[in-house]
């Protein structure tokens, strides 16, 4: 077993660098990385990462959302803007608090145990936590482990159970009913066991709401449903739950698609067995309208906020009128230029190298809206990940390509060069394929890496496109040989860096449409690196090893990194707001409250 | 006439199975997305991805999900489920309803009289400085697009982020049922907005057709027998209005449109942002639904005008 005081220390010392990098950001905001307390904060504004956690009880929030959410089922939700009501009504077994990646036990009593083969992970569960009417009942581990089973049942298909649980032993079997793999020793315990030695990797995925309680006596009926409407009468074990009718219904009371949600109290909720402090009575949330309207009423407005990513010209009026009602997180994410590593120009690493030297980093960084919304990136693993600073902090991998953000044609010509053009530029007759997003600020960045591209001497076919069929007919699909897509990326679905480079370096990911693995990477040495990667135990061991891996990936110059997001979220004026730093800066309703 | 009437409404049928076949070969034949891809998250694996298929009907041959799907809507008035929600899309439709109606009523009203008389004035004042000035502010109506407009009022006269805090703002829709006056208020921008460049097309229009008409040699008789002033434009206007009555049929896809940007300028939940929504997740039975609704609300439109044009043609008749 590993011990949990090996995790808390762990986990002790990665929060006091957070918190340290944070406090030390005097020079914090540059678009230009010059160290990693810029990352984590922005000069003036405020960051989840030193965000005050207290606040005053009571009051009504309005949430203010243009898009509606996609999923509220807890066994289904996979999109950031649908975590801020799942994570207030759903208790996973751990949870992230708002200013940590440190998962926290939460439905679970105490870090969870992994066996000395890292083949089973057991998890003890906190006595006394109740679901909402109608099932008022106490929370078992039969309850985890049917919400675990639901996740592949094909009327509720989560998308994620096999990428993040696929060494559960009898998962391919699974379809809804009990899996070998899960057992419930007793009311409070659940233990996973695994034909693979992952165990470390599914203790950190225990964070994931798939692990939050449901009633399988109540949701049965509803996940025969094809697809399953267990959503639309949902219940809670968190401090807030959707508000709900005598039989549970939800669909049409708390949940109005496309009008509103509204958030009330859960009255079964025991604030002894949580570290919610659930401030807000009511969190009313309206769907629908449009960003530049938006904006305007959360920043003139007193108890709303707005829960989306905010366009350039909102951040840029708070920024001007509004700045201490802006909140700005790190953590959202990396922005990258996929090139094709299998066929054409760019299978030649010196060509890629060419590629990362030649890219004004900068101005990619400035077209995105700048210090306000990201960081100029030198490597894959983004801030907040686990194995950031391992990877080389803010500066990254010291290689003569990745010296200059602003670009170096003279580096740039050098591995020209060496790919066997002797001039310098490229001489090669085919144009190549680039494929970019038409809306900004991804038009933006696609031209000035087409003209990169043809300052280098490529002659280049520049296609802009919808986003979603950007990924969808062109970079998602291997077939179509994309040369180059300039505006890719990629966030973490929790911070264990596997989850940032795996789908989308490993070259046992590439799929023949909707594939993430943009660039095809098929390197045999980084594979199997992330192959061993994934068995590695403890986070810090962990962290190193996928820093290493991100390193051979920067080396290889997979694919060019130039921007760690940072996400904007507006407040206001009455609004004490706390944004989650492992969600995209997402508000976190269970800390947030009014003034 | 009731024949007419009858046999209009029958090809209004066949229309509307046509745009529903066209619909399922734009969604379903040509998918724009793939839902089931994208309910299958960011990693998204084969298997799991046919699994989805296979809950949502997405597997069944082509002509059985098109028998299906147009047996449900025909026979049953069943136009499916949100594959997202799994809210029947005909409640989705009757929810938003009545909302779309408040605005697009008002608003064809608003075109229609504000249009016929900035029209009829500057027809009858011709090369006025008030005629300049209202074909001026039309021929601005017509240019600006209404998402621009609708922005630019709110950011004026809103109550809450305008300059001059005069009308509700976005989001304050409420149903007449709830409170007729905040209803009315809330709706006043929206309507001046999606009305602004129909009623402009409409004043252009009139004035042309009015000036025209009011040169033809029956006017003249009719002043050289000492006819009223008010009179003869009575009659001026009778006839140089039938021409708009055609065009008001068309206007109604138009307005329909339009409602699309202003409900979501506004955050006046309706079929229009229904609509815009379902499209961005394709979720096609909703888009379907409303695509199909706004369809028949086209062809309604068109055979109630063809009909008034008979009333009010008397040279018309219909057999």
Request: proline content about 6%.
């Given at each position: 077993?590993?011990?949990?005081?090996?995790?808390?220390?762990?986990?002790a010392?990665?929060?006091?660098?957070?918190a340290?990098?944070?406090?030390?950001?005097?020079?914090?905001?540059?678009?230009?990385?010059?160290?990693?307390?810029?990352?984590?904060?922005?000069?003036?504004?405020?960051?989840?990462a030193?965000?005050?956690?207290s606040?005053?009880?009571?009051?009504?929030?309005?949430?203010?959302?243009?898009?509606?959410?996609e999923?509220?089922?807890?066994?289904?939700?996979?999109a950031?803007?649908?975590?801020?009501?799942?994570?207030?009504?759903?208790?996973?077994?751990?949870?992230?608090?708002?200013?940590?990646?440190?998962?926290?036990p939460?439905?679970?009593?105490?870090?969870?145990?992994?066996?000395?083969?890292?083949?089973?992970?057991?998890?003890?569960?906190?006595?006394?936590?109740?679901?909402?009417?109608?099932?008022?009942?106490?929370?078992?581990?039969?309850?985890?482990?049917?919400?675990?089973?639901?996740?592949?049942?094909?009327?509720?298909?989560?998308?994620y159970?096999?990428?993040?649980?696929?060494?559960?032993?009898?998962?391919?079997?699974?379809?809804?009913?009990?899996?070998?793999?899960?057992?419930?020793?007793?009311?409070?315990?659940?233990?996973?066991?695994?034909?693979?030695?992952?165990?470390?990797?599914?203790?950190?995925?225990?964070?994931?709401?798939?692990?939050?309680?449901?009633?399988?006596?109540?949701?049965?009926?509803?996940?025969?449903?094809?697809?399953?409407?267990?959503?639309?009468?949902?219940?809670?074990?968190g401090?807030?739950?959707?508000?709900?009718?005598?039989?549970?219904?939800?669909?049409?009371?708390?949940?109005?698609?496309?009008?509103?949600?509204?958030?009330?109290?859960?009255?079964n909720?025991?604030?002894?067995?949580?570290?919610?402090?659930?401030?807000?009575?009511?969190?009313?949330?309206?769907?629908?309208?449009?960003?530049?309207?938006?904006?305007?009423?959360?920043?003139?407005?007193t108890n709303?906020?707005?829960?989306?990513p905010?366009?350039?010209s909102?951040?840029?009026?708070?920024?001007?009128?509004?700045?201490d009602?802006?909140?700005?997180?790190?953590?959202?994410?990396?922005?990258?230029?996929?090139?094709?590593?299998?066929?054409?120009?760019?299978a030649?690493i010196?060509?890629?190298?060419?590629?990362?030297?030649?890219?004004?980093?900068?101005?990619?960084?400035?077209?995105?809206?700048?210090?306000?919304?990201?960081?100029?990136?030198?490597?894959?693993?983004?801030?907040?990940?686990?194995?950031?600073?391992?990877?080389?902090?803010?500066?990254?991998?010291?290689?003569?390509?990745?010296?200059?953000?602003?670009?170096?044609?003279?580096?740039a010509?050098?591995?020209?060069?060496?790919?066997?053009?002797?001039?310098?530029?490229?001489?090669?007759?085919?144009?190549?394929?680039v494929?970019?997003?038409?809306?900004?600020?991804?038009?933006?960045?696609?031209e000035?890496?087409?003209?990169?591209?043809?300052?280098?001497?490529?002659?280049?076919?520049?296609?802009?496109?919808e986003?979603?069929?950007?990924?969808?007919?062109?970079?998602?699909?291997?077939?179509?040989e994309?040369d180059?897509?300039?505006?890719?990326?990629?966030i973490?679905?929790?911070?264990?860096?596997?989850?940032?480079?795996?789908?989308?370096?490993?070259?046992?990911?590439?799929?023949p449409?909707g594939?993430?693995?943009?660039?095809?990477?098929?390197?045999?040495?980084?594979?199997?690196?992330?192959?061993?990667?994934?068995?590695?135990?403890?986070?810090?061991?962990?962290?190193?090893?996928w820093?290493?891996?991100?390193?051979?990936?920067?080396?290889q110059?997979?694919?060019?990194?130039?921007?760690?997001?940072?996400?904007p979220?507006?407040?206001?004026?009455?609004?004490?707001?706390?944004?989650?730093?492992?969600?995209?800066?997402?508000?976190d309703?269970?800390?947030?409250?009014?003034? | 006439?009731?024949r007419?009437?009858?046999?209009?409404?029958?090809?209004?049928?066949?229309l509307?199975?046509?745009?529903?076949?066209?619909?399922?070969?734009?969604?379903?034949?040509?998918?724009?997305g793939?839902p089931?891809l994208?309910?299958?998250?960011?990693?998204?694996?084969?298997?799991?991805?046919?699994?989805?298929?296979?809950?949502?009907?997405?597997?069944?041959p082509?002509t059985?999900?098109?028998?299906?799907?147009?047996?449900?809507?025909?026979?049953?008035?069943?136009f499916?489920?949100?594959?997202?929600?799994?809210?029947?899309?005909?409640?989705?439709?009757?929810?938003?309803?009545p909302?779309?109606?408040?605005?697009?009523?008002?608003?064809?009203?608003?075109?229609?009289?504000?249009?016929?008389?900035?029209?009829?004035?500057s027809?009858?004042?011709?090369?006025?400085?008030?005629d300049?000035?209202?074909?001026?502010?039309?021929?601005?109506?017509?240019?600006?697009?209404?998402?621009?407009?609708?922005?630019v009022f709110?950011?004026?006269?809103?109550?809450d982020?305008?300059?001059?805090?005069?009308?509700?703002?976005?989001?304050?829709?409420?149903?007449?049922?709830?409170?007729?006056?905040?209803?009315?208020?809330?709706?006043?921008?929206?309507?001046?907005?999606?009305?602004?460049?129909?009623?402009?097309?409409?004043?252009?229009?009139?004035?042309?057709?009015?000036s025209?008409?009011?040169?033809?040699?029956?006017?003249?008789?009719?002043?050289?027998?000492?006819?009223?002033?008010?009179?003869?434009?009575?009659?001026?206007?009778?006839?140089?209005?039938n021409?708009?009555?055609?065009?008001?049929?068309?206007?109604v896809?138009?307005?329909?449109?339009?409602?699309?940007?202003?409900?979501?300028?506004f955050?006046?939940?309706g079929?229009?942002?229904?609509?815009?929504?379902?499209?961005?997740?394709?979720?096609?039975?909703?888009?379907?639904?409303?695509?199909?609704?706004?369809?028949?609300?086209?062809?309604?439109?068109?055979?109630?005008?063809?009909?008034?044009?008979?009333?009010?043609?008397?040279?018309?008749?219909y057999?």
């Amino acid at each position: 077993m590993r011990s949990t005081p090996t995790i808390l220390a762990t986990a002790a010392a990665a929060l006091a660098a957070l918190a340290l990098a944070a406090c030390g950001s005097s020079e914090s905001g540059s678009s230009t990385a010059t160290g990693s307390a810029s990352v984590l904060s922005t000069a003036g504004y405020q960051s989840p990462a030193t965000e005050s956690l207290s606040g005053k009880r009571g009051g009504t929030l309005v949430v203010l959302q243009e898009s509606d959410f996609e999923h509220l089922d807890p066994g289904i939700t996979y999109a950031a803007l649908d975590y801020p009501v799942v994570f207030a009504t759903q208790r996973p077994l751990y949870s992230n608090k708002p200013n940590s990646t440190e998962p926290t036990p939460d439905m679970a009593a105490s870090a969870p145990e992994v066996s000395a083969d890292n083949k089973t992970v057991t998890v003890h569960l906190k006595e006394g936590i109740h679901f909402s009417p109608p099932v008022n009942r106490e929370v078992t581990s039969e309850d985890v482990a049917y919400a675990i089973e639901r996740g592949l049942n094909p009327n509720v298909a989560n998308p994620y159970i096999k990428t993040y649980f696929n060494s559960l032993e009898g998962i391919e079997q699974g379809n809804g009913g009990p899996i070998k793999g899960i057992e419930t020793p007793n009311k409070h315990e659940i233990v996973f066991h695994l034909d693979e030695s992952k165990g470390s990797f599914v203790a950190e995925a225990l964070v994931l709401p798939l692990t939050a309680a449901v009633p399988k006596e109540y949701a049965e009926k509803f996940d025969k449903n094809k697809p399953s409407n267990y959503a639309s009468y949902e219940v809670a074990t968190g401090p807030y739950m959707l508000k709900n009718n005598a039989e549970g219904k939800v669909l049409g009371i708390g949940y109005v698609p496309g009008k509103s949600a509204t958030l009330v109290r859960n009255p079964n909720w025991n604030p002894a067995t949580d570290f919610r402090p659930a401030y807000l009575n009511e969190i009313a949330i309206k769907l629908g309208g449009s960003e530049p309207v938006i904006d305007r009423q959360v920043l003139e407005g007193t108890n709303i906020v707005q829960n989306e990513p905010v366009p350039q010209s909102g951040v840029r009026l708070a920024a001007e009128h509004y700045k201490d009602q802006m909140d700005i997180s790190p953590g959202g994410g990396n922005r990258y230029i996929a090139v094709d590593n299998k066929v054409g120009p760019f299978a030649n690493i010196d060509l890629r190298k060419a590629l990362w030297a030649a890219t004004d980093r900068d101005a990619l960084d400035r077209a995105r809206g700048g210090e306000l919304v990201g960081t100029v990136a030198t490597h894959f693993i983004y801030p907040t990940i686990a194995g950031f600073e391992q990877a080389g902090g803010a500066k990254g991998l010291k290689v003569d390509y990745n010296e200059h953000p602003e670009g170096d044609m003279a580096v740039a010509e050098k591995y020209i060069k060496l790919a066997g053009y002797p001039s310098g530029k490229y001489t090669g007759s085919k144009p190549i394929q680039v494929v970019g997003a038409s809306s900004p600020p991804e038009k933006e960045d696609s031209e000035i890496v087409n003209q990169t591209l043809k300052n280098m001497g490529f002659n280049t076919k520049l296609t802009l496109v919808e986003i979603s069929t950007m990924y969808a007919k062109y970079c998602g699909v291997p077939k179509e040989e994309i040369d180059v897509c300039p505006n890719v990326g990629w966030i973490a679905d929790f911070a264990d860096p596997q989850t940032v480079l795996n789908v989308t370096f490993n070259g046992k990911s590439i799929e023949p449409t909707g594939n993430v693995n943009y660039g095809q990477t098929d390197d045999p040495k980084i594979n199997a690196a992330m192959t061993a990667g994934e068995t590695v135990v403890g986070r810090q061991a962990r962290a190193t090893a996928w820093a290493k891996i991100d390193d051979e990936l920067v080396e290889q110059a997979a694919a060019i990194p130039f921007d760690w997001e940072k996400t904007p979220r507006l407040e206001g004026k009455d609004v004490h707001g706390v944004a989650m730093i492992w969600n995209e800066g997402a508000w976190d309703y269970s800390f947030t409250s009014l003034k | 006439m009731i024949r007419y009437i009858i046999r209009r409404l029958l090809w209004g049928v066949v229309l509307l199975i046509v745009v529903a076949a066209l619909m399922f070969i734009l969604f379903r034949v040509l998918p724009t997305g793939n839902p089931a891809l994208l309910r299958a998250g960011r990693d998204p694996q084969p298997k799991l991805v046919k699994e989805i298929e296979v809950v949502l009907g997405l597997s069944k041959p082509l002509t059985v999900q098109f028998w299906d799907y147009m047996k449900e809507i025909f026979f049953h008035f069943n136009f499916g489920y949100s594959y997202y929600s799994q809210e029947s899309v005909k409640s989705l439709i009757a929810e938003r309803l009545p909302a779309t109606l408040s605005l697009t009523f008002g608003a064809a009203v608003l075109w229609v009289v504000g249009g016929l008389s900035v029209g009829i004035v500057s027809a009858l004042r011709r090369h006025s400085l008030l005629d300049r000035t209202l074909m001026g502010g039309a021929l601005l109506a017509i240019s600006v697009p209404e998402f621009w407009l609708g922005l630019v009022f709110l950011f004026l006269f809103s109550s809450d982020i305008g300059k001059f805090k005069i009308f509700p703002g976005a989001g304050s829709y409420v149903p007449l049922t709830t409170d007729p006056w905040k209803w009315f208020t809330s709706l006043i921008m929206p309507w001046i907005v999606l009305a602004a460049g129909s009623a402009a097309f409409f004043a252009r229009l009139m004035r042309s057709s009015l000036s025209e008409t009011m040169e033809e040699d029956y006017i003249r008789t009719a002043r050289a027998k000492g006819l009223p002033e008010r009179q003869v434009v009575r009659q001026g206007v009778r006839s140089a209005i039938n021409p708009m009555i055609t065009l008001f049929g068309l206007e109604v896809g138009v307005l329909l449109g339009g409602a699309i940007l202003v409900e979501a300028v506004f955050n006046i939940p309706g079929i229009g942002e229904l609509f815009y929504k379902s499209i961005q997740t394709s979720d096609f039975p909703v888009t379907q639904g409303t695509v199909l609704l706004g369809s028949m609300f086209i062809i309604l439109a068109n055979i109630v005008v063809d009909v008034a044009y008979a009333y009010l043609d008397p040279r018309v008749r219909y057999s």
